[in-house]
């Protein structure tokens, strides 16, 4: 049930990466009014900058353009935005042109194109495109199938505190790939996924949940004491 669950993650996670809040003027009002969900007053805010070439405006038309949100649904342009802000080397964008080319959506889908943007991102730090590509390398799609740099990449993700990545570098101690098999990290990655996956994301926070479970059957009541408080004191890097 555990390489179930960790193959189909494998294959079906892809983060997009939400545009991180930048302080000054019209770009502060349009990333409000995006959040409130005033898709009008965005639009007309947002895309001169855009045009004017500012990476995050152009990341967030990007995103709108992708979910059709203001704008009718066009992945073309969402990909176009996307690529003039990952070009200039913003992590947000570099990210979410990788899963427009793991997608398909408006570019060919190509997972080596993928694997090049997540990596891009990745070195920044981007906690979705390490995720991103520790799952390119779980699964082998666009790089050699690598184990251990799954676990590296899912590490520096879940060291951030994203959620996906805790699950996977949980199930791949309990699993042994990459690394001895250790139940108390493998329950203290799963237990703290669990408590991170926000309300939107059932499914996945039952799957880290059920999977946590599972672990704890095969440990005795100190290795799950101990996996409990080293979550409790755990904290993001």
Same mark, same amino acid.
């Given at each position: 049930m555990i390489a179930a669950i960790c193959a189909g993650l494998a294959v079906s996670i892809l983060s997009l990466s939400l545009v991180a809040p930048v302080t000054g003027g019209s770009f502060e009002d349009a990333g409000a009014a995006f959040k409130r969900g005033d898709y009008a007053t965005a639009i007309q805010l947002v895309r001169p900058l855009a045009e004017q070439g500012f990476p995050p405006a152009q990341a967030i038309l990007g995103i709108m353009y992708d979910s059709g949100s203001g704008v009718p649904q066009d992945y073309t342009e969402a990909a176009k935005w996307f690529?003039?802000?990952?070009?200039?080397?913003?992590?947000?964008?570099?990210?979410?042109?990788?899963?427009?080319?793991?997608?398909?959506?408006?570019?060919?889908? /190509?997972?080596?194109?993928?694997?090049?943007?997540?990596?891009?991102?990745?070195?920044?730090?981007?906690?979705?495109?390490?995720?991103?590509?520790?799952?390119? $390398?779980?699964?082998g799609q666009g790089v050699p199938q690598d184990y251990t740099e799954a676990l590296k990449w899912f590490r520096k993700a879940a060291e951030q505190?994203?959620?996906?990545?805790?699950?996977?570098?949980?199930?791949? $101690?309990?699993?042994?790939?990459?690394?001895?098999? /250790?139940?108390?990290?493998?329950?203290?990655?799963?237990?703290?996924?669990?408590?991170?996956?926000?309300?939107?994301?059932?499914?996945?926070?039952e799957n880290a949940v059920s999977a946590r479970e599972r672990v704890a059957s095969k440990m005795t009541a100190a290795q799950i004491a101990e996996a409990q408080r080293l979550a409790r004191e755990w904290k993001p890097k």
């Open positions: 690529r003039e802000a990952a070009e200039q080397g913003y992590a947000p964008a570099q990210t979410n042109l990788g899963v427009m080319y793991q997608k398909g959506h408006g570019v060919p889908q /190509d997972n080596a194109e993928a694997v090049k943007w997540f990596r891009k991102a990745a070195e920044q730090g981007e906690a979705n495109a390490q995720s991103n590509l520790g799952t390119r $390398y779980l699964s505190g994203h959620a996906h990545a805790q699950t996977m570098l949980g199930l791949m $101690y309990f699993l042994g790939r990459a690394a001895p098999r /250790d139940y108390v990290q493998a329950h203290k990655w799963l237990n703290l996924a669990a408590a991170r996956y926000p309300a939107s994301e059932t499914e996945n926070r």
